[in-house]
Each structure stands twice: as C-alpha cells, then as structure tokens.
C-alpha cells in the first residue's frame, strides 16, 4: 500500500472510486519524488566535487542537466495528471455529490460570505499547485466543486500522509505546540486564517469543545464547501469569506489566531499585514502560531533548496522562493510581539509520528500577545 491512510469518504467526496487506480497514481507520485531527490543528491555531489559551487551557481549549474531538465518537465506534468484524475473522479459521481452538498448545506447559518471582498492580485493571478481555476474559481451562486477538488486532489497529492481526513496540520499544531509548550491554554475564541475547505480547522472543535471556532479564506466556493463537509462530518464551525491581511472581526476578538500553509503561499507584504492582523485580533495573553513547511522555509540541504526554490516555475508556487524564516521573527516583532513572546518550534507531523518518526517536519511560528 503507497496511501499511509485511505481517505475517510465522508458524504461530499467522490465515491466508488477505483482504489487499484489510486494506488497507481500514488505509486507514481512517490516514486517521482524518491528517484527526483536521489537524482538530485547524485548530480549536486558530483558538482560539489569538482568545486565549491555557492548556491545560485549550483542551480545554474543543475538547471543546464538535461536529465534535470527533464524531470522538471515531468513534475509538472505529474502534477496536471494528479488533477485531471481527480477531476474525472468527481465527473463521475457528479449527481450524487450536488445532491450531497444540497443536503449538508441546506439551513446552514454558519457560512457569511461577501461577494463585494477584494480579492488580493497574488492570489487571483496565479492557480498554485497548477490546480485548474485555483482557489479561487466559481461559477455561479451555488458553486462549491473547487472545494471538492481541493479535498480529493490534496489527499492524493500527500498520498495519505495528512491523514483519512487531511488533518495533519491542525493536529500537530494542537499536539505537538499547544498542548506541549502551552498545556493550560484553553482558547474559548479560534481563528484559522486560510482555511480553505476546512481540514486544519476541524481538529480544533474535537480538542477545544466549549470554543467557538472561526476559518476565513478568500475563496467562496472552497467555503460552500468547508461548511457542507463539517456539517457531513457533525463539525459545528463558523466559515466567513475575508481576507485574512485585512479582516471584519474587531481589536481583542481571539484568544488563539492560527494558519497552516499559507505562509509559502502569499508574498513578504501579505505576511507583514497578515502577522499585524493576528496580533490585532488577540486578545492579551492570546497566541498566534503560523504552521509551515520546514522545507519550504528552511530547505535543510542544496537538494531541498533546489526542489523548493523549482517548485516556483514547475508547481506555480510563485512566493515560495522568497519564504524565509528569519523574515518571520521580524514580521511578529513589526507587528507588536515582544522578543522573549516569540518561539521557533521544528515538530514532526502527527501522523509521522504516531509511525515513529521524530524528523522534524513542519516549522510552527508563535508569538503571545503580552
Ligand atoms: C494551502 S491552502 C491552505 C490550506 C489549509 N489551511 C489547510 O491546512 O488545509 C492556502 C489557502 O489560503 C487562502 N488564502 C490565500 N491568501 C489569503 C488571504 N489573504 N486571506 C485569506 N485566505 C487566503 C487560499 O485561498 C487557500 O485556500
């Protein structure tokens, strides 16, 4: 089995499909990444030996090998292939999953959305991940397929290792920061900013019942269809289109301000207002903890480097390149928080751990308001 975890086929996923398929894509997508990264590691020691390349020449000189050049090719082609299966999966289980999202949605007070919001350029210029229409497509009132989209096609893209409901995220920011370095946290107020369909925002309803929890994306379809899966799933979360640089919710509104990948996804000016915005909302003594990849912000070696700083042309991730740790640290000071209320934490993912892993896996940035 490629999958660590089968997706849970909650009601507004496609169903019937065909797992020996899916195991095949799986298949291909891992063993793409394992033979990109023993190539790289090959090419760059046998650079490396003939000189001590600094970084931009090393990926000069990477770049000019054909067999490089090629493979780069294929990570995008991977890539619209992994989306075009995900596409004709949902095609075929069209009927039942409108008739589904009626259903869950149908009384629902839970969903505002604002169809007059500003839509940053950085995200309606670019569909990240090649996904077709990006986060941010919609046809018609009642769309809700690029949630559906996004649900199916990023488990396939982690082949499983977010887990049956793609939540890694929000549980390893729960368990691996808050419970371990804040045990007596206990937010009553929650925001999960760039929440998309909602899989890192579930997890706070399970581990803070008395809360009430909050997720804001741009997207209006991606939130039709957050807040039909949470009701499919018996979630009670509160969905509202805003912009999460700029948000309606007054000064204090929070006791913990949370995001899981956003951070590689908006260039350095959207981070410098979205940190602002975070320390704005919280109340004193509230967190904020900003959840990324450690690859993506701190590649630990020149392979890495050189994956992360490509996925820019072959995985239209335009604002990857430029996500930088140290960047953080004086993001959240700009924005208010004291020196001594901010914390770097590595953790390893929480279901990578429960298979034994200790590597670190994701970067957690936090600040308390003092
Ligand atoms: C990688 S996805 C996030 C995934 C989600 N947080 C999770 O853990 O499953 C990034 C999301 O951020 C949203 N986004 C980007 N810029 C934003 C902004 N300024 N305000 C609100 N949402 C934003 C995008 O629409 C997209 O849904």
Known sequence: MVFLHSQFLHPLLPQGQDSQANQKLGKEISQSGQGYFSLLKQEIEALTEQSSSKNHQLRKQLDAIPRIQEVNQQRSQLQ??????????????????????????????????????????????????????????????????????????????????????????????????????????????????????????????????????????????LLRYATARANGLGKKV???????????????????????????????VAKQRVFKESYRLLKTGGIMVHLDSLLFLSPPNPAARYFRDTEVYYNSEPFVGCANLDDLNNLALEAGFAPQNCHLYQVSGYYSQQQGSTQPKWLAFCGVKG
């Open 238 to 268: 509160y969905f509202a289109q805003q912009n999460a640089e700029q948000t309606d919710f007054p000064d204090h509104s929070f006791d913990l301000v949370v995001s899981h990948i956003l951070m590689h996804e908006v260039p350095n």
């Open 80 to 221: 619209d292939k992994m989306w075009s299966y995900t596409q004709a999966s949902i095609d075929n289980d069209r009927d039942r999953l409108i008739q589904a999202y009626q259903k869950h949605i149908k009384g629902l007070s839970q969903l505002e959305l604002n169809p007059n919001l500003l839509i940053p350029k950085h995200q309606s210029k670019v569909d990240i991940h090649r996904m077709p229409g990006g986060y941010l497509e919609e046809q018609g009132d009642d769309d809700f397929w690029t949630g559906v989209l996004y649900d199916h096609g990023v488990f396939l893209y982690g082949i499983g290792w977010l887990g049956s409901l793609n939540d890694e995220l929000g549980h390893t920011i729960i368990e691996q920061v808050l419970k371990s370095h804040y045990p007596e946290f206990n937010p009553q107020q929650i925001l999960d900013m760039g929440c998309s369909v909602g899989h890192s925002t579930l997890p706070y309803t399970q581990a803070y019942p008395d809360a009430q929890v909050w997720g804001i994306d741009l997207g209006a379809s």
